[in-house]
């Protein structure tokens, strides 16, 4: 297949993202792929994962002044070389459109209908408590300590902004979400026929950097609880502060010490995250963003990892990671978590019950075992960015036999 892909700010994890990962897999597969994206950090390779020749990578011209605008707009210059690469080398042009991200729903209707090809979209995740028929200070109901609230006319712009995206549906070929939970909510919010929505498992775990840094050095397990989230207003709220307290409560002298890592997170929310941390947590650090190597090295060395995300619609894409590290993950018993990773290896508790969070976390450190061979593998094969990426595979396939 000959593929335009459109991916939107694709930077936000490590120096390369998942989605970025999943498009190497896809090119690796032999489908030629001209990959276009507006941040130019969102194809830096990892020694690991060398570029194939079938996958070029192009940057809007308007970088991040395409996310500020529904429906969104190419820059005059990007339009003359899309329809350059359509017919370059005598090709007779992209099989079809596919887009990463929300962000490219406008984009891609656009092309489609300029191109006269299928339109594929990924929508990971919908927002159902902005969707919902409350008001923004709902979403912070379950906050135990107090948040700013989102300003009613924020709120009201992404919702009207989700309103856009599924008025263009009807445009659009084929749907492929990463969780039943997440088509679900698309098909209650938007209306759309069942039918066209398919489910592509998110792939988190990049398994070829992650074997690549494990083999290159090892790595002793240490006292600590690792939080490596990015929950703002998008996400809900993040309560990993109120669970090390309680952790440090229950273990006294023997507690461990708590490393938070940033994914992105808004400022606002780091300091008021490191205020909290200040005056609750005896041992405790921020690293700030880090490297895709230095987070796995964090994994390794940690003998628990904390999720706290309670939306349903996503499942978190570092329990995988933990898994594959051996490191014992703590979340909630959601739908989502349950589908994201079925077996054992995450220890799952009741919703917002944080003392038995604490309690799980507790029981971890003092009886520590990395979790079992056999759940790293299915990770590896269910969960990763390469099985993703044959399923997103398989899914633009059935669209073309159409």
């Known amino acids: 297949m000959r593929i335009l892909l459109l991916g939107m700010y694709a930077n936000a994890e490590g120096e390369l993202s998942y989605e970025a990962r999943m498009v190497h897999h896809l090119a690796q597969m032999g489908n030629e792929i001209d990959y276009w994206t507006d941040s130019p950090l969102s194809y830096m390779m990892e020694p690991v994962l060398k570029q194939p020749p079938t996958l070029r990578s192009f940057v809007f011209k308007e970088g991040k002044n ?13 339009v003359k070389r899309i329809m350059k690469e359509h017919t370059h080398h005598e090709n007779p042009g992209y099989d079809l459109i596919f887009t990463t991200s929300q962000t490219g729903i406008d984009m891609g209707v656009w092309l489609k209908q300029v191109l006269d090809i299928p339109l594929v979209v990924q929508i990971l995740d919908v927002p159902h408590w902005r969707l919902n028929d409350f008001g923004p200070q709902e979403i912070y109901k379950q906050a135990v300590v107090p948040l700013p609230l989102l300003p009613t006319e924020l709120f009201n712009g992404y919702r009207g902004e989700w309103q856009w995206w599924f008025s263009n549906f009807d445009k659009i070929d084929r749907i492929t979400t990463i969780l039943e939970e997440a088509k679900n909510y698309i098909v209650q919010f938007s209306g759309v026929d069942p039918s066209k929505v398919s489910i592509s498992h998110h792939g988190s775990v990049d398994t070829d950097s992650f074997d690549y840094f494990i083999k290159q050095r090892k790595v002793e397990r240490k006292n600590q609880v690792l939080v490596v989230e990015r929950i703002d207003f998008h996400k809900g709220v993040d309560q990993s502060v109120l669970v090390c307290k309680l952790i440090q409560d229950m273990m006294g002298d023997s507690a461990p010490e708590f490393v ?7 400022a606002w929310y780091e300091n008021l995250v490191k205020d909290f941390a200040k005056a609750y947590l005896k041992k405790h650090r921020f690293t700030g963003w880090v490297d895709n190597p230095t987070k796995i090295g964090l994994i390794r060395e940690s003998k628990v990892m904390l999720v706290n995300e309670w939306p349903n619609g996503f499942g978190s894409c570092t329990i995988g990671e933990a898994v ?14 349950k589908e994201v990773h079925p077996g054992g290896g995450f220890t799952r508790v009741p919703l917002n019950d944080y003392e038995a969070m604490a309690r799980a976390a507790v029981h971890h450190l003092q009886n520590f075992e990395e979790t079992k061979p056999e759940e790293r593998e299915w990770v590896a094969k269910y969960r990763s960015n390469k099985s993703h990426a044959e399923s997103i595979h398989g899914i633009l396939e059935g669209v073309l036999r159409r």
């Open 324 to 337: 594959y590290c051996g490191t014992q993950m703590i979340g909630w018993d959601t739908p989502s978590k």
């Open 260 to 266: 938070f890592t940033s994914r992105g997170n808004q």
């Open 66 to 78: 395409a996310l500020a605008k529904t429906p969104r707009q190419f820059h005059p210059l990007d």
